[in-house]
């Protein structure tokens, strides 16, 4: 419980944050594009998903009081005692953070020690920049002046460990395809390394072989209770840039020694990694990319979904208003044509390129639109109330031409 504007409330923390976050989130992919009766089109959009929101709440308010002290019970029993635990509770609350990944629950454990009050009064990672000009200043070992920075070590299997899983995914490859591998394996491994993204490869062999991922959260859990217990503490759940950055920059110098002893044992565990792992490739016949005619691609975490049957909301065909605005943008002259999109309470208003290439009223009122303006330039599809949902969806498709195209020049160049 706490006060809130002098009141008493139960404070769910970050993890009530999350579930109402998840909550309003699908509310709002549910009800968002909702058609309403025409003299109710003022409520649609976002105006209805807080309505049916506001409706929500009421019961889970409720609901929450009755289950949530149970709950809260049991998180903060598994927190204090990987708080009390000392390099066993570094080793557990890296590997949960690691294998539930799959599952989207790695939030539940990382985000209350990282931003949370649970290992420090304002979470590590705001702790621990502010301290660092003490821990630089002080001749006293960092573990010891900030032992809660042992909850924050999992970045470091993204740099160590995944490079060790790459090398063994290359060298279990036919010597014939490894040049073809080579391509796959090294921009997601350095996106791993350097900024801490790791799905590309990681949902690769968990897609294959799901038991040799719960084996990197083994190898992961082991290597942060090592670098623990030689030590090594900070703020380090990203890739090498935030390392390098946010922790071996700042200390260097005064606590050097730290930094070699992390590296000596992170390029251990590389090592343990690749002998692991390719090992279990081999012993298992695991057909990763390039391995007795093994599909030479990587796996994201939808590849994952469809596999194992979780539905994908967002791989639906088109709304109709997903429609309506595609017709809307090509009798507009296409996207190239358009310079600027926004709306006013009922009507689309369009700066163009060439108007000539806008197409004539009828057109726009054989698609869903009221009637068409145009004044030069500038153009106005009189649409209706729901005309903020059509430009929205509008912008989703010029933002999603525009990111091909974007990929499309990186590629080229």
Avoid at 224 to 249: K, P
Wanted: aromatic fraction near 12%; hydrophobic fraction near 50%.
């Amino acid at each position: 419980m706490t006060d809130i504007a002098g009141i008493k409330t139960l404070d769910t923390g970050i993890f009530g944050a999350i579930i109402i976050s998840a909550i309003v989130t699908g509310l709002h992919n549910r009800f968002f594009d909702k058609p309403l009766p025409a003299y109710l089109g003022i409520f649609q959009g976002t105006a209805f998903v807080a309505i049916i929101a506001f409706c929500m709440m009421l019961p889970a308010a409720w609901l929450t009081l009755y289950i949530w002290p149970s709950i809260q019970h049991s998180i903060l029993d598994l927190q204090g005692f990987l708080v009390n635990s000392g390099a066993f509770g570094v080793w557990l609350y890296t590997f949960l953070e690691r294998i539930l990944i799959p599952t989207g629950l790695h939030h539940f454990i990382y985000a209350p020690f990282v931003f949370g009050n649970i290992a420090t009064p304002n979470g590590i990672y705001v702790d621990w920049f502010a301290g660092l000009e003490t821990f630089n200043q002080s001749s006293q070992a960092i573990k010891d002046l900030f032992p809660a920075g042992g909850f924050a070590l999992h970045g470091n299997s993204k740099v160590f460990g995944c490079s060790g899983i790459a090398l063994a995914m290359y060298h279990t490859a036919k010597p014939e395809n490894r040049k073809k591998v080579a391509a796959l394996l090294i921009p997601a491994t350095l996106t791993a390394v350097f900024v801490g993204i790791t799905e590309p490869l990681e949902f690769t062999f968990l897609f294959i072989a799901p038991w040799l991922f719960a084996v990197h959260a083994l190898l992961a859990g082991t290597m942060a209770m090592v670098m623990y217990m030689f030590g090594v503490v900070g703020n380090m759940g990203g890739g090498l840039i935030e390392i390098v950055t946010g922790n071996w920059i700042p200390l260097l110098g005064s606590h050097t020694y730290m930094m070699v002893t992390q590296t000596a044992i992170g390029l251990s565990f590389t090592v343990i990694y690749y002998l692991i792992f390719k090992y279990l490739i081999i012993k298992f016949n695991v057909l990763l990319p390039g391995r007795d005619g093994a599909e030479l691609k990587l796996r994201t975490k939808q590849d994952f979904n469809q596999k194992h049957g979780i539905v994908d909301n967002g791989s639906s065909s088109a709304t109709p208003l997903q429609v309506q605005a595609m017709q809307t943008i090509e009798g507009l002259g296409g996207i190239d044509n358009i310079t600027d999109l926004s709306n006013c309470a009922t009507r689309l208003r369009v700066t163009v390129k060439d108007p000539q290439q806008v197409a004539n009223a009828t057109y726009f009122m054989e698609n869903g639109a009221v009637n068409l303006v145009k004044n030069g330039c500038a153009i106005q599809v009189i649409i209706g109330l729901h005309v903020p949902q059509l430009r929205e969806a509008c912008e989703q498709i010029m933002q999603q031409r525009q990111e091909i195209t974007d990929s499309v020049v990186i590629a080229a160049s």
